[in-house]
């Protein structure tokens, strides 16, 4: 049987990478074999693209094109033998974020973005996306308190986040099936809590 793809979002500083450790073995827990894997990255090229993305100035159709060239490798390479072979991946960041960084925070057409979209992923979509979210001010607050050393993104200011979250914002009510939004100014136990019912569903 085939495996599921669940990828968790959220403005830098939300916190999901606290969760996706937890997420992963609560579905081990459940019988899943799971695979952990994050973009931009997740193969040796990808990882290579993330180094230059994190740290490089670019032109932003550069950096969206950067960002699904990774992501085809990714397909090809990981996420879709290991959902073939009835795995679950569990990715940190999916196409969501291109929609918000490089559509939302950069500007980039969101059009350009869906037509690379249905290029790279050829009809594949998530099958849950958790978008962690929070206001701009405190996920500042927490990315400070977290990075000493902030990459190319972490270092936007509050407008570019804004314009993040607003669309995240609007594509989980665009895909209220697939996008659960995930209030993450609670505490990390209260959060767990909430997603108990949701990753149960998921695995039944
Ligand atoms: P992330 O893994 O959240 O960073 P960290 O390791 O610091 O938790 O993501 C790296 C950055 O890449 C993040 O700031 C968002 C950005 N990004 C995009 O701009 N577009 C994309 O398509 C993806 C996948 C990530």
Do not use: N
């Not at 990478?17 to 081990?28: E, G, K, P």
């Not at 950067?66 to 390479?77: G, S, T």
């Amino acid at each position: 049987m085939r495996g599921k793809f669940v990828t968790l979002e959220g403005v830098d500083g939300a916190g999901k990478s606290t969760h996706l450790d937890w997420i992963a073995r609560r579905l081990q827990a459940a019988g899943k074999k799971v695979q952990v894997t994050r973009e931009p990255g997740g193969t040796p090229l990808g990882e290579e693209l993330r180094k230059l993305l994190l740290a490089r100035s670019m032109h932003l159709e550069t950096e969206a094109l950067l960002m699904f060239a990774a992501r085809r490798e990714h397909l090809d390479k990981l996420i879709l033998p290991a959902l073939a072979a009835g795995s679950w991946v569990v990715s940190d960041r999916f196409t969501d974020a291109t929609f918000a960084y490089q559509g939302g925070g950069r500007g980039l057409d969101l059009g350009r973005i869906e037509t690379l979209e249905q290029w790279v992923h050829q009809g594949l979509q998530p099958d849950l996306t958790l978008v962690f979210d929070l206001s701009v001010e405190e996920g500042k607050r927490r990315r400070v308190a977290a990075t000493s050393q902030p990459d190319r993104f972490e270092r936007e200011d509050l407008d570019f986040f804004a314009r993040v979250r607003a669309v995240y914002l609007a594509r989980a009510e665009r895909y209220p099936q697939r996008i659960r939004l995930i209030d993450a100014s609670r505490t990390v136990e209260d959060i767990r809590k909430s997603l108990e019912d949701t990753i149960l569903t998921l695995c039944q």
